[in-house]
């Protein structure tokens, strides 16, 4: 006889299966609990610099980065004020409306691209895009960096997950894939068919060839000399990371060596092994608390649009 007992332990579910005499315990986790554990790993921040760049290669994302904010100056500037903003819409209490107040700054991102058509930040396809780029960079995450893979089961949870994360932004949910399948397709088509070398890209592919730190900053002091390279590990993983449609359509620009492909496929040994020693309680309390030093450091530079700001001062003036 077959029978199932579901034991709730905290957020996380153990299922016993009975088959007979035989039993196996199974860990299921409850919506969006996947997720939040994968966004407090450090292993998510590894491919985000390939992420960023995906962004930027989408020409009305690249156009708006590069009309809107100093990143001519700064490129790695928006990573700072963005990146701990974004992962505290999944961490913390209050990320529902967190996530609002993310919209709420993209309402009046609007331009011109370089071939003179209009974009705008809240357009669906734009602001999905570029929640996309964040969905393939957690799968990204477990694909290289985690030694245990997850089934098949983990995955569709976790694309269920970042389907509900997309939802709290209040955003229209045409362009979301109603599964990862759908998803995958949907993402490698605008892989091969919508992204472009923009301007913004080119610039931050300079960066990762000279050597530039790609990732968002941290107090290096806080880490040993391993931890630091783990942490931003550079060009290879930058462009190791991407997906292989993209690097074989700018092969001349984005494609790794074969020497180069060895020693990626080296340090993700030693990544694996890294992390798959770290206490797991050690990897969060280190993000959450890099997150939240970033995110105070960098809270009088965010950006506020020109209209909010002419808006604002026309209250105080009357």
């Known amino acids: 006889m077959t029978s199932i007992d579901i034991t709730p332990i905290n957020t996380i579910r153990i299922l016993n299966f009975s088959i007979g005499n035989s039993s196996i315990a199974v860990m299921a986790f409850t919506p969006g609990e996947l997720l939040r554990k994968c966004?407090?790993?450090?292993?998510?921040?590894?491919?985000?610099?390939?992420?960023?760049?995906?962004?930027?290669?989408?020409?009305?994302?690249?156009?708006?980065?590069?009309?809107?904010?100093?990143?001519?100056?700064?490129?790695?500037?928006?990573v700072n004020r963005s990146v701990p903003q974004i992962w505290a819409t999944l961490l913390a209490a209050d990320g529902r409306q967190r996530a609002k107040k993310i919209k709420d700054v993209h309402r009046y991102i609007e331009g011109k691209d370089n071939n003179d058509k209009k974009y705008h930040a809240l357009n669906p396809e734009t602001f999905w895009w570029a929640h996309a780029t964040f969905t393939w960079e957690m799968f990204r995450s477990y694909e290289l960096f985690h030694l245990r893979q997850l089934s098949p089961s983990e995955k569709a949870q976790l694309y269920d997950d970042t389907v509900e994360w997309y939802r709290s932004y209040g955003m229209s949910m045409r362009p979301v894939p109603e599964n990862l399948d759908r998803f995958y397709e949907t993402f490698f088509d605008i892989c091969l068919n919508t992204l472009e070398i923009t301007e913004a890209a080119q610039m931050?592919?300079?960066?990762?060839?000279?050597?530039?730190?790609?990732?968002?900053?941290?107090?290096?002091?806080?880490?040993?000399?391993?931890?630091?390279?783990?942490?931003?590990?550079?060009?290879?993983?930058?462009?190791?990371?991407?997906?292989?449609?993209?690097?074989?359509?700018?092969?001349?620009?984005?494609?790794?060596?074969?020497?180069?492909?060895?020693?990626?496929?080296?340090?993700?040994?030693?990544?694996?092994?890294?992390?798959?020693?770290?206490?797991q309680s050690v990897n969060k309390a280190t993000l959450v608390y890099t997150l939240k030093k970033i995110g105070n450091e960098t809270r009088s530079q965010r950006y506020i649009p020109k209209k909010t700001l002419n808006r604002q001062l026309d209250e105080v003036l009357h």
Do not use: C
């Open 204 to 279: 931050t592919i300079d960066l990762a060839k000279k050597g530039g730190s790609l990732n968002f900053s941290y107090d290096p002091r806080n880490w040993p000399q391993l931890g630091r390279k783990a942490l931003d590990p550079g060009p290879l993983i930058f462009f190791g990371a991407l997906p292989i449609q993209l690097r074989n359509r700018f092969k001349n620009i984005l494609e790794l060596s074969s020497i180069d492909k060895l020693r990626l496929q080296n340090s993700l040994i030693s990544l694996r092994i890294l992390f798959g020693a770290l206490p």
């Open 39 to 78: 966004a407090g790993d450090w292993r998510s921040m590894l491919p985000g610099p390939s992420a960023g760049l995906m962004q930027l290669m989408y020409p009305p994302l690249g156009k708006a980065v590069m009309d809107h904010s100093d990143f001519v100056k700064d490129p790695m500037g928006r």
